[in-house]
């Protein structure tokens, strides 16, 4: 890959483009009709001594290379091609790599990964054998100074529809390929559009004639019977014993399919519960082709649940509908990592903040934050409270990257939402957009001053290996207080922070088998973990259809459902202090305290049973050593913890 910087070729590139001509239209008298939107994306600039921009790049690739690498998390740029050809090829379980279209001048591409937060769904590279391509390459910025001009506002709506149309469509041919060869799948694509409805849009309401199906890929439906003069207060209504029929729907259901069974209208009305996007299919497109009908019939039929799409029902269970709404509303069913607390096993020591706050330097959790009461299982009378502190949730579609205005904040290769330092201004902007407070501005660290004119220089080995000492005695030793951080007060040269899932920590070193987050790890009970949220909310995961795909990640596992580790720790708790406790009793009784084990010796049973409970003391002792530990991979502290409650059982019981 080759840069360009000639600011000449970059504008005449861009002139080339017709999507983004418009950004250096001039009028008649010479003058960029653009002009400051130009600058800042073409040439940068500078805003009280902060750089901002410039957004785009000029480069070319020569026969063969790659321009985007399938499978990886680059949501911050996407491309336009000025001139070249390029293939695109995606990997097949029987061919391997597969080329599957090429893209013309003029087009843009990635983009999708920008606009829907996903990996990339293809490989890009220029043609073998063809010309070097130049690429115009824009950053998320970007994005929102060019879609104001129309064709490129077009353009870009035209793109991301078809690419939901085309990846919809896919993902049916895979669940059923056996119902769906080729032509039905295509036949099906002429005949749908695929829409994105907004927050509170009523798709249909009780009466109206079924005249479409609706495919969910994205989001969330309300659907109410018996309470459509308002269909928002139907939760009030079901407290007071009336009969309304109410749920809600998530992506890869099908509503309409009643349709065909003879019924013409809606007994339902249904509301968008937040941005969705769906896959509609007009019914009397699909009654003209008998065969396309089967076989949507037939895979809809695979699911066992497609009874209960004809209707909702009254809500058996009022906290579980509680839960439920409050878990999609509040936008958690749709984050990509979440971190829970369970309230029932947190002891509210801190350790989790103070741990977060070792590794990072300042404490990335706030133990605050959206509180939910839930059943244990849909049907249960137990009651679970759940605490989602104000901590990163690495939202799917995350709002804190809309405003940035250098990109600084972005999802980084390993499917994180991280913030660049270096890029970073301190605008505050992602701060004011995080819906969940999870975003912190602190002062910017400064580099160490310089001592009597010359540089400062790192510590030597000897000046290192007293660091540990001194922050040991001062630890344990010193009768002083602790001292508080001072409150942030100054308004520039700030810095934002958030949590980054304990990337480029010693926590997480290259060729680690498994992620490990600073505050799971040093909770003591296991009240804290990071979930998928689909799967750890029962009540929403019994919402998703059947061609719903998840492609969350760096999940950690569910040990408040199963945790086999701890299992195995109480199993062999017990039997330790079973066996060795009752080893104890019975060398007592049998030879007791005082009588000599073995000839010629000093090793009494009360020798035996002093020692075994003095080591027992130790260990039980050294648990606040290893609660120290914050920065390296040890073991999650509960399992250690475990290990401290048994032996130090033991050691009370044979001392005793």
Same mark, same amino acid.
């Given at each position: 890959?080759?840069?360009?910087?000639?600011?000449?070729?970059?504008?005449?590139?861009?002139?080339?483009?017709?999507?983004?001509?418009?950004?250096?239209?001039?009028?008649?008298?010479?003058?960029?009709?653009?002009?400051?939107?130009?600058?800042?994306?073409?040439?940068?600039?500078?805003?009280?001594?902060?750089?901002?921009?410039?957004?785009?790049?000029?480069?070319?690739?020569?026969?063969?290379?790659?321009?985007?690498?399938?499978?990886?998390?680059?949501?911050?740029?996407?491309?336009?091609?000025?001139?070249?050809?390029?293939?695109?090829?995606?990997?097949?379980?029987?061919?391997?790599?597969?080329?599957?279209?090429?893209?013309?001048?003029?087009?843009?591409?990635?983009?999708?990964?920008?606009?829907?937060?996903?990996?990339?769904?293809?490989?890009?590279?220029?043609?073998?054998?063809?010309?070097?391509?130049?690429?115009?390459?824009?950053?998320?910025?970007?994005?929102?100074?060019?879609?104001?001009?129309?064709?490129?506002?077009?353009?870009?709506?035209?793109?991301?529809?078809?690419?939901?149309?085309?990846?919809?469509?896919?993902?049916?041919?895979?669940?059923?390929?056996?119902?769906?060869?080729?032509?039905?799948?295509?036949?099906?694509?002429?005949?749908?559009?695929?829409?994105?409805?907004?927050?509170?849009?009523?798709?249909?309401?009780?009466?109206?004639?079924?005249?479409?199906?609706?495919?969910?890929?994205?989001?969330?439906?309300?659907?109410?019977?018996?309470?459509?003069?308002?269909?928002?207060?139907?939760?009030?209504?079901?407290?007071?014993?009336?009969?309304?029929?109410?749920?809600?729907?998530?992506?890869?259901?099908?509503?309409?399919?009643?349709?065909?069974?003879?019924?013409?209208?809606?007994?339902?009305?249904?509301?968008?519960?937040?941005?969705?996007?769906?896959?509609?299919?007009?019914?009397?497109?699909?009654?003209?082709?008998?065969?396309?009908?089967?076989?949507?019939?037939?895979?809809?039929?695979?699911?066992?649940?497609?009874?209960?799409?004809?209707?909702?029902?009254?809500?058996?269970?009022?906290?579980?509908?509680?839960?439920?709404?409050?878990?999609?509303?509040?936008?958690?069913?749709?984050?990509?990592?979440?971190?829970?607390?369970?309230?029932?096993?947190?002891?509210?020591?801190?350790?989790?903040?103070?741990?977060?706050?070792?590794?990072?330097?300042?404490?990335?959790?706030?133990?605050?934050?959206?509180?939910?009461?839930?059943?244990?299982?849909?049907?249960?009378?137990?009651?679970?409270?759940?605490?989602?502190?104000?901590?990163?949730?690495?939202? @799917?579609?995350?709002? &804190?990257?809309?405003? %940035? /205005? +250098? $990109? !600084?904040?972005? #999802?980084?290769?390993?499917?994180?939402?991280?913030?660049?330092?270096?890029?970073?201004?301190?605008?505050?902007?992602?701060?004011?957009?995080?819906?969940?407070?999870?975003?912190?501005?602190?002062?910017?660290?400064?580099?160490?001053?310089?001592?009597?004119?010359?540089?400062?220089?790192?510590?030597?080995?000897?000046?290192?290996?007293?660091?540990?000492?001194?922050?040991?005695?001062?630890?344990?030793?010193?009768?002083?207080?602790?001292?508080?951080?001072?409150?942030?007060?100054?308004?520039?040269?700030?810095?934002?922070?958030?949590?980054?899932?304990?990337?480029?920590?010693?926590?997480?070193?290259?060729?680690?088998?498994? @992620?490990?987050?600073? &505050?799971?790890?040093? %909770? /003591? +009970? $296991? !009240?804290?973990? #990071?979930?998928?949220?689909?799967?750890?909310?029962?009540?929403?995961?019994?919402?998703?259809?059947?061609?719903?795909?998840?492609?969350?990640?760096?999940?950690?596992?569910?040990?408040?459902?199963?945790?086999?580790?701890?299992?195995?720790?109480?199993?062999?708790?017990?039997?330790?202090?079973?066996?060795?406790?009752?080893?104890?009793?019975?060398?007592?009784?049998?030879?007791?305290?005082?009588?000599?084990?073995?000839?010629?010796?000093?090793?009494?049973?009360?020798?035996?049973?002093?020692?075994?409970?003095?080591?027992?003391?130790?260990?039980?002792?050294?648990?606040?050593?290893?609660?120290?530990?914050?920065?390296?991979?040890?073991?999650?502290?509960?399992?250690?913890?475990?290990?401290?409650?048994?032996?130090?059982?033991?050691?009370?019981?044979?001392?005793?």
């Amino acid at each position: 890959m080759n840069e360009i910087t000639n600011h000449d070729r970059i504008i005449d590139a861009i002139k080339g483009v017709d999507i983004v001509a418009n950004l250096v239209e001039q009028q008649p008298n010479g003058e960029f009709k653009n002009e400051l939107d130009m600058d800042v994306i073409i040439f940068g600039r500078n805003y009280n001594n902060k750089q901002v921009g410039p957004y785009v790049r000029l480069l070319e690739f020569q026969s063969n290379e790659t321009i985007i690498e399938r499978g990886t998390w680059e949501t911050s740029i996407f491309f336009v091609l000025v001139e070249g050809k390029l293939e695109a090829y995606v990997e097949d379980d029987t061919e391997g790599e597969k080329k599957v279209g090429e893209i013309a001048p003029g087009n843009s591409f990635g983009e999708m990964a920008v606009l829907a937060g996903i990996q990339r769904s293809a490989t890009v590279k220029v043609a073998s054998g063809s010309k070097p391509a130049l690429v115009l390459e824009f950053t998320r910025p970007a994005l929102r100074l060019l879609r104001k001009f129309p064709k490129f506002g077009k353009a870009l709506d035209r793109s991301y529809r078809n690419y939901g149309l085309g990846l919809m469509l896919n993902e049916i041919k895979e669940f059923d390929p056996q119902n769906f060869d080729g032509d039905l799948i295509k036949r099906l694509g002429d005949a749908a559009r695929f829409v994105v409805y907004e927050k509170n849009h009523v798709l249909f309401r009780t009466g109206d004639p079924i005249n479409r199906l609706v495919f969910m890929r994205n989001g969330w439906i309300q659907r109410v019977s018996g309470a459509d003069f308002n269909p928002n207060v139907a939760d009030l209504l079901v407290d007071v014993g009336k009969n309304i029929g109410l749920d809600f729907l998530g992506a890869g259901n099908c509503l309409g399919v009643e349709a065909f069974n003879g019924q013409k209208e809606w007994k339902y009305s249904a509301t968008v519960m937040g941005r969705a996007e769906v896959l509609e299919v007009a019914v009397a497109r699909l009654q003209s082709q008998p065969d396309l009908t089967r076989a949507i019939i037939s895979t809809l039929s695979r699911d066992s649940s497609v009874e209960n799409l004809l209707k909702p029902m009254t809500p058996a269970n009022r906290k579980t509908l509680n839960s439920t709404k409050r878990e999609i509303e509040t936008g958690l069913a749709d984050t990509g990592n979440l971190l829970i607390m369970d309230m029932d096993l947190c002891v509210r020591c801190g350790n989790c903040s103070l741990a977060c706050h070792k590794v990072h330097g300042q404490s990335r959790l706030l133990r605050r934050g959206i509180h939910i009461e839930r059943p244990v299982k849909p049907a249960s009378s137990f009651i679970q409270s759940v605490l989602v502190p104000s901590v990163c949730l690495h939202c @799917k579609d995350p709002e &804190c990257m809309t405003g %940035c /205005p +250098t $990109g !600084a904040i972005a #999802r980084f290769p390993d499917g994180q939402v991280d913030i660049d330092p270096v890029t970073c201004i301190g605008c505050g902007d992602c701060a004011t957009q995080c819906p969940y407070n999870a975003i912190s501005m602190i002062p910017r660290p400064e580099t160490r001053p310089a001592r009597n004119g010359k540089e400062a220089t790192a510590p030597n080995f000897f000046q290192k290996s007293l660091i540990p000492a001194r922050q040991f005695y001062n630890r344990f030793f010193s009768l002083s207080p602790p001292v508080l951080p001072e409150a942030v007060t100054q308004t520039d040269n700030l810095l934002a922070v958030k949590c980054n899932l304990c990337q480029g920590t010693s926590l997480n070193p290259s060729g680690a088998s498994r @992620k490990a987050y600073s &505050c799971e790890e040093n %909770c /003591p +009970t $296991g !009240a804290l973990v #990071r979930v998928n949220p689909r799967e750890y909310f029962s009540e929403v995961k019994n919402t998703v259809g059947l061609i719903y795909k998840d492609q969350t990640h760096a999940i950690g596992r569910n040990i408040h459902k199963s945790d086999p580790l701890s299992t195995a720790w109480h199993i062999f708790g017990i039997l330790l202090v079973a066996v060795f406790g009752g080893a104890a009793l019975w060398g007592t009784i049998r030879y007791t305290q005082d009588a000599l084990l073995l000839p010629d010796s000093w090793l009494t049973m009360r020798w035996l049973t002093g020692l075994v409970g003095l080591l027992g003391i130790v260990w039980t002792m050294a648990y606040s050593f290893r609660k120290q530990v914050y920065r390296r991979r040890v073991g999650a502290l509960r399992y250690w913890m475990l290990s401290h409650i048994y032996l130090g059982v033991l050691a009370g019981f044979v001392l005793l």
